[in-house]
Every structure is written in C-alpha cells, then in structure tokens.
C-alpha cells in the first residue's frame, strides 16, 4: 500500500483527527494547569532569591530542590512512579485524565524555571524605579515584573508547550491516546513504519504551527523593538 | 526640611566590611536645589537611596518633615515613598508601557481613578513638552525625551521633593541642559525641593543653591555653590573644581598664580590691563569664570614669563590690584 493511500484511509476512518484533537487537547489543557501552578512558583522561586525583592533564603532553596528534584526524573519513570498520585487526584491511573496529571506534575518545575529565568531579564532599574515611587511587592510583582517579562514569558510557554507535546506521545505507555498511542500501537507494534511516520509528520506540523504562533504573538507584545 | 544626621551605611561581605558612607549631616530645606558631588565610588548614589530609604542606613537617622524614617512601618514608608520623586541615569522607564501609563504608574499605586490619572498625565507631558508622544513606547524615545517622562512620571504624585542620581550622565552637552532648564523651571514653578547628584561641576554650577562635596564617605565640604566654587577649601572640591590634567599642558616651566575672582572686579578686561600695562606675556593655563547675579566668580591659572624681571612687574601689578591671588605649586 501507497504511504498516501494509507494516508488517505485512517483519514477517512477519522482515526488521524481524533489523534490529532486529542493530542492538542491533552497539550494545552496540561500546559495551561502547568502555568497555574509553575507561574506563581517560578515568581516566588525569582523574589526570594537574595537577589530578589522578598530574599527568604531557606524558602528559595527548599522550591529550588523539589523543582531540580522533580527535573532529574526521565518522564517516562515518572510516569510510572507519580501512578499512585495520579489515582489520588483524579481517580485514576489510567487514560487521557492520569496523562495530564502526569504532564502537569513533568511540565509546572520546568515552567517554574522558564519564568524565573524570563523574571530575571527584567532590568534591576525599573525595579528598583517602581520601589521608589512607593510599590508594594504585589505591585511590582503584577506591574513591573510580570508585564515587563511578557514578550519572554510567552517566548517560554512556548518552548513549554512544545516539550509538552513531546511528552504527551510517551502517553500510550499508561493508556493515554493521541497521535503517540497511533504511532505505538498502529505503527510500531504492528510493524506499520508508514504509520508511524504519518504521526511523525502530523507532530512536526504541530510543532510548527504552535512555534510560528507563538513568535507571532511574542513579536506583537514587544514594544521594546517597535519603530 | 530634609535632615540627614549621623548616616552612616556599611556592607558586609564574607571577606570585609565596606564603609560607604560614615557620620553623614546634612540639612536640605524647603525649595531648594541641593547638589551633592563626589567621584565614582565616594558613596553619594548609596546616600541618595538613604533618603528614601531605598538602602536602609546601619547607623543614624534621615528625617523628613518631622517623619523620623527609621521609625516608620513599611506602609507608612511606601506611602512617603510616594511623596518623594526619583529620577535615574537610566531612564529606567517601563518598557511595554505607553508614555502616558507611565505617568501614570505611580498614581495607580497611589489608588488614583484612572480618568483622573489620564488628565494630570496628559497635563504633566504637556509640562515637559511631550503632550504629543503620549502613545509612544519609550525604545521610540531619545535619551532626552526619556528623562523628561521620567520627570513627569516623578511629579505625578505631587511630590515635595525628587531625587536626581546622575539624572544627565547619559546625556549630551545639549541635551543635559535642557534637562537642568526644565528641572529649574520646576522647582522655581512648582517649589519642588530638588537633589541632585552628579560628578560633573557644570551640574552642579548651573543649578544648584548649595553643594555638598563627598569623598571617601564623608562630607569633605559643604556651602553655597558660589562660596565652594570661589574658595574651595578641601581637596577633593579643588580637584573637582580645577581638573587634575592641569599638569599635562605644556608650560615653559614658569611662576604659576591662581588669580580668584569673587565678585570684585566685574566687566573690566583685567588679563588685557595686566599684559598692557606690564608689557609682559602670560600664559593663560586654565579659567573657569562664569557670572552670578551680574558679578565675576572663578578661577584663572595664569604662567608668569621666566623672565624674572617681567615676572616681577606683574606680581607687583597684581598687589597693586583688588584680584585675589595665590602662588599654585
């Protein structure tokens, strides 16, 4: 059979587009859940450096350990090990629901160093201008430090949601679904390389998608550059 | 009134202690423009971030209007905070802002409605003469254009007094004047206590009342400007005063005066009648004269001819005259 015949039939079947809604569904829905709790982390992680506007030292080092700690697991181990997390949460330990707990628990520490690090480009100056004027911390925090860091922060959602998608293709391991599961059930282990490859290159164009948005928008919110 | 008494600020390090400042005193009244001059590293940006407490002192005290600072809760000192107005040698304007919301920032943070924050905004740009670049970004600015919405933004709460840290440095010639044209124009129109620190003399000559020279964590000297500029007593004020690359020049070796005019001698061409009536050449090394209220303030460092003879006929000259003067070595 033709690689586009092939193509054309799990078109036809549906099979390709629901890998591909079910994919992106599971990217953004964890990408967004990672932000809500890897934002507010990766601000504290930023303030309480010494540093920072608020330095508490031992508060800084303990979410510097459990957020390095949490990145030294190959996600495919934590998949594995967070299992029981996953039924505490959720119910489950199988299926899309446990998938975006485990890309959540995966994806909010490297979140939480995507914005500390998009945090610390923000020039000392400005902050040190907006302390002058009589802000408090949570000012600076909503009207200094996190609307000077936009064009950045986004920059570094998406680089986040790009990993995301990586990881979500592992899903299949523990019962997740996309266009990962197509690719390891239809195609590897049915000896079906064609499938295989059609996955591959439907992820590639997601990618690109994603990648090409998002520097659009991070070109639209800068200002710095603007002539 | 501002009252710096007995400021003193050190930092620890793992290795030592730096001593940035020690046993400062200061008194900055109502409506005047202070300057405070020092070279690099002599402390003065650490004692302007004392007085708002942006660096909080190991030792004394700054009162404000009666307000001891050290005393004061956090609230009650972001709330005077607000009240105090700064501007940098940065700019350090928000970025992803307009010009107009940044105005209008520290009256957010005050809790001003925001149509009430867009008039006075609009009013102070008008002030600084940018009413048109309300909806610029400042990356669209020059560096001039950025400090006067820094101006704005830093009279936006009403403040009594602003805080200047090397508002011109990253200026040009130009450009710094009109800065310190319009800071004037401000404190004359508003009453608006200014202080300013800089490392440039001209700054300091071209609109400050009284001056206070730091060096090594101290006050070294501290008076009116015309007084320090006429007779500056401590070194580091000379130094400033007179550049130091003096030497450089090339000279024939000769008697050095340092003729000081304070207000003695007014429109006559003095150097012109001294070389006329001597028939002796000088060499003019260095003057630095400018007119205050009509009368001559400054200094000139002139050569004596190594003729000993025409050197004496102007020495003598110069005794028979009302020009202060002294041998420099």
Request: aromatic share 6%.
């Amino acid at each position: 059979m033709q690689f586009s015949d092939m193509l054309l039939k799990l078109w036809d079947k549906g099979l390709l587009q629901l890998g591909i809604w079910e994919t992106v569904y599971m990217t953004q829905i964890s990408t967004a859940i990672a932000y809500v709790i890897g934002l507010p982390l990766g601000v504290i992680l930023h303030i309480t450096d010494d540093s920072g506007i608020y330095p508490v030292r031992w508060l800084n080092r303990v979410l510097g350990f459990i957020v390095n700690f949490f990145r030294s697991i190959p996600f495919i181990i934590l998949m594995v090990a967070m299992l029981p997390v996953s039924k505490l949460i959720v119910g489950t330990s199988l299926g899309n629901k446990a998938v975006i707990v485990m890309l959540v628990i995966a994806a909010a520490p490297y979140v939480a160093r995507l914005v500390e690090s998009s945090l610390k480009e923000v020039n000392a100056g400005v902050i040190e201008a907006a302390q002058a004027m009589g802000s408090n911390n949570f000012q600076i925090i909503t009207k200094v430090l996190i609307p000077e860091a936009k064009p950045s922060l986004l920059t570094g959602a998406t680089i986040a949601m790009v990993t995301i998608l990586g990881y979500s293709a592992m899903a299949a391991t523990i019962g997740g679904t996309g266009l990962g599961q197509i690719a390891i059930i239809y195609g590897h282990q049915r000896s079906n390389p064609d499938i295989k490859w059609i996955c591959v290159l439907l992820m590639v164009v997601i990618v690109q998608i994603i990648q090409i948005c998002g520097d659009k928008i991070v070109q639209k919110s800068d200002k710095r550059a603007r002539q | 009134m501002i009252e710096i008494r007995h400021l003193g600020k050190t930092y620890h390090t793992r290795e030592r202690d730096i001593v940035a400042l020690e046993d400062i005193n200061l008194t900055i009244n109502d409506g005047e423009i202070f300057g405070i001059i020092g070279l690099s590293g002599a402390g003065k940006s650490t004692l302007v971030r004392c007085i708002n407490f942006l660096e909080v002192p190991t030792s004394g005290d700054v009162v404000i209007d009666g307000k001891v600072l050290g005393q004061l809760s956090r609230k009650e000192l972001l709330k005077l905070r607000q009240s105090i107005g700064m501007i940098f040698q940065n700019f350090n304007l928000l970025e992803q802002r307009t010009v107009l919301r940044n105005v209008c920032y520290p009256m957010e943070i005050a809790g001003e409605k925001r149509d009430k924050a867009v008039a006075r905004a609009r009013e102070l740009l008008k002030l600084v003469g940018l009413e048109d670049r309300e909806r610029s970004y400042p990356s669209q600015l020059s560096g001039g254009q950025k400090q006067r919405v820094a101006i704005a933004r830093a009279l936006a709460t009403n403040p009594r007094t602003i805080l200047c840290d090397e508002a011109t440095s990253a200026l040009d010639p130009n450009t710094t004047r009109s800065i310190l044209d319009l800071l004037r124009r401000i404190n004359a129109e508003l009453g608006v206590t200014i202080i300013v620190i800089t490392h440039e003399m001209k700054v300091i000559d071209q609109i400050c009342d009284r001056v206070a020279v730091i060096d090594q964590s101290h006050i070294a000297e501290e008076g009116r400007v015309s007084e320090v500029f006429t007779n500056p007593q401590s070194q580091i004020a000379k130094d400033l005063i007179i550049p130091k690359d003096l030497t450089v020049l090339e000279t024939t070796g000769g008697r050095r005066l340092r003729l000081t005019f304070d207000g003695t001698k007014t429109d006559a061409p003095i150097i012109s009648q001294m070389v006329l009536s001597c028939q002796a050449p000088v060499n003019i090394l260095f003057a630095n004269t400018r007119e205050l209220d009509g009368v001559m303030h400054g200094h000139m460092i002139i050569e004596l001819p190594s003729d000993p003879q025409q050197a004496d006929k102007i020495l003598v000259w110069l005794k028979n005259s009302e020009i202060k003067w002294r041998e420099e070595r």
